[in-house]
């Protein structure tokens, strides 16, 4: 079984080391509760 | 000083001044076809570009032996980020001794937990992990100082409370300048004939031949001159380590390596000093773990792996899973940073093989085996709610015996009454720490998984998802679809069987909408994934859900089934304002 997020354009700024190993078709092991990434629409506000 | 077999044998002639301009001296082309040879695809020195800030020291850790607590022939492996090593065997004995040594790169945000693991060792079948252990170099860095670790206890892989030996390990992490200084000496040592820790002249030019750097006859000279500083006509090791750090600023004297013959200068100093630090050890014999393996449990694979080496070694890259390359899943731990390998039965690799990654398999599943699927998904699901399936959990937690921790399920195992209770178990509170729990503008990993993500539908079609009908729309189904989410990224979490298999909300909000999709149950395994025939996440049966957030928007939530964890329970309903961290559902066995 799989569960799939989808999240709209720009809504969210994820986690480096995890787009770098599905870059390389690396799977990553993770557990409930590891950061996933970050909202823009904050830091862009921020930035504003 | 030096290193003893680095030297030429005693019958070579010795270079002289005469022969400065000539070739690169035979014995280095010997030593690059030797690791050449050695070296597979997988076998590459570890280099990258490293930032000189990044680097924190290379660290040496020594093997030194075990104490088990019955008599077989041993062996033991380190695995550190991306790479593996192993020890030879040992004796036919309950205290193995291996002596072994290997340096690695410790990086300032690199993986920094290096793992033991003790097999002992079977003639014909596969190697069987008996204990493991774990050391964290920047604890050993920090401390600053030798660090003998005598007695370290081995765990059980199937129980972290249960000692099953203990081992004696030697770690030291040298610190860059220290590693400067021995990169200085070592390479003098290459040409120092006589070995009386200086270089002629003649020395010196062939040293600098051997890395490849063609200057004229004057312009070493030059050199030579230069790093002399006070003009007893040789250079010793400081006057060269001077060179080096000076030389190689202004302009690159060392071209290739002299052991491998790999290009130099490509990056900078730091990096060819450390590229030459591991070459040279790897070249000299010092260090006697082999490499060359990307996870233990491949490290540790008999006499049958090495007579299909160059066949395993080309099914182990990292990458899509199609042809041979689907018999091994690899996946990368975060918290370790190293590579793990899935276990999955060799003849389900096959079935799923034939199945999904052939047409005719594929035309197969379109004339009725989409039903059979279904079937056998809800047969399954009966049987797994039987009483009887309860005695199926001790074996099931053997099989996945490193990857099902008991100690942090809620309940015993005599608490389950059937094997999908056990499946959807449940787990002690604070068991899964929920990250920046009361920051609300960073989102949480949904569940216990295999991760990928993809800042683009592109990206994910370009690394991951083969099937050629997959888009946002026909995931998310007309329900839930709209403009916002087609550019938007996509986060994978795969669940595997011996997963804890509750997955939670990875964002507040409030839930929007429950959508049901009919469909297959087709395997979500990457090998389904990674084929181009098919449509896994289009096709299988799925319950969208749609989360209304303030940090976010609107998050899809897609809880998709496959073959025998088919039915999809949800514990919220629509209106419910949840906290990311919050426990959504479950999948279990049933169709």
């Known amino acids: ?48 | 000083m030096g290193h003893g077999s680095s030297r030429p044998d005693s019958g070579e002639p010795s270079p002289d001044a005469d022969t400065a301009e000539a070739p690169v001296p035979s014995r280095f082309a010997r030593f690059r076809r030797r690791l050449r040879f050695h070296r597979s695809g997988s076998d590459q020195l570890p280099f990258k570009n490293l930032a000189a800030e990044d680097f924190a020291g290379i660290a040496r850790i020594e093997i030194i032996g075990a104490e088990m607590k019955f008599k077989d022939r041993w062996l033991a492996c380190l695995s550190f980020g991306e790479r593996t090593y192993r020890t030879d065997k040992s004796d036919h004995t309950e205290k193995p001794v291996w002596r072994s040594e290997k340096k690695v790169i410790l990086e300032r945000n690199g993986p920094h937990i290096a793992r033991i693991s003790v097999f002992e060792t079977n003639r014909l079948s596969r190697n069987n992990l008996v204990g493991y252990c774990e050391i964290d170099l920047w604890k050993v860095l920090s401390e600053d100082s030798e660090d003998n670790l005598e007695g370290l206890s081995l765990l059980d892989p199937s129980s972290s409370n249960t000692i099953v030996g203990s081992i004696s390990i030697s770690c030291y992490v040298e610190d860059p300048i220290e590693t400067e200084k021995a990169f200085a000496r070592r390479v003098l040592a290459v040409v120092d004939y006589n070995e009386d820790g200086k270089l002629s002249y003649s020395e010196f030019t062939e040293l600098i031949s051997a890395f490849g750097n063609e200057v004229a006859a004057s312009k070493k000279e030059e050199l030579f001159k230069q790093a002399d500083k006070n003009g007893d006509g040789v250079v010793d090791m400081d006057e060269l380590a001077i060179l080096l750090s000076i030389q190689q600023e202004k302009e690159s004297l060392i071209s290739n390596c002299p052991v491998c013959g790999e290009n130099l200068g490509k990056y900078d100093k730091m990096n060819d000093m450390l590229h030459m630090t591991l070459c040279f050890d790897e070249g000299t014999g010092n260090q006697s773990m082999t490499g060359g393996f990307l996870t233990d449990k491949q490290a540790s694979y008999g006499w049958m792996f090495k007579l299909s080496e160059w066949a395993h070694f080309a099914s182990y890259g990292i990458g899509l899973k199609s042809g041979s390359s689907a018999s091994h899943i690899l996946v990368f731990d975060r918290r370790t940073k190293r590579l793990v390998e899935e276990t999955i039965d060799r003849r389900i690799i096959l079935s799923m093989r034939a199945i999904y990654q052939s047409k005719v398999g594929l035309t197969l599943i379109d004339k009725g085996t989409r039903d059979l699927l279904r079937s056998i998904s809800e047969k399954q699901g009966t049987w797994m709610n039987s009483p009887e399936s309860a005695k199926d959990i001790p074996k099931f937690i053997k099989s996945f015996e490193d990857q099902v921790n008991m100690d942090e399920v809620k309940h015993p195992i005599e608490y389950f009454k059937t094997f999908n209770e056990f499946f959807i178990r449940e787990l002690k509170p604070g068991a899964r720490p929920i990250a920046y729990v009361e920051r609300d503008d960073i989102a949480i990993c949904a569940a216990d998984s295999r991760l990928m993500a993809f800042t683009s539908v592109d990206d994910s079609l370009r690394f991951w998802i083969k099937g050629r009908k997959f888009s946002i729309q026909g995931l998310l189904g007309m329900g839930t679809y709209s403009n916002a989410f087609d550019k938007g990224c996509l986060v994978i979490f795969r669940l595997a069987p011996q997963d804890y298999h509750r997955f939670h909300v990875p964002v507040s909000g409030t839930i929007e909408s429950f959508v049901d999709i009919p469909g297959c149950l087709y395997t979500v395994n990457p090998i389904a994934i990674n084929s181009k025939y098919c449509n896994v996440f289009t096709e299988n049966k799925r319950v969208v859900s749609l989360i209304s957030t303030s940090e976010f928007g609107k998050v899809a939530f897609v809880a998709i089934g496959a073959t025998m964890v088919g039915s999809i329970t949800f514990l919220k309903k629509e209106g419910d304002y949840v906290h990311k961290g919050d426990e959504f559902g479950y999948f279990s066995f049933g169709g």
Do not use: H, P, W, Y
Not at chain 1, 4 to 9: H, L, S, Y
Not at chain 1, 11 to 39: F, K, Y
């Open chain 1, 1 to 48: 079984s799989t569960v799939i997020c989808v999240f709209e354009k720009d809504a969210i700024q994820i986690d480096e080391d995890l787009l770098a190993n599905s870059e390389r078709s690396l799977e990553t092991l993770v557990s409930v509760g590891m950061t996933l990434g970050v909202s823009r629409r904050k830091q862009a506000t921020e930035e504003m």
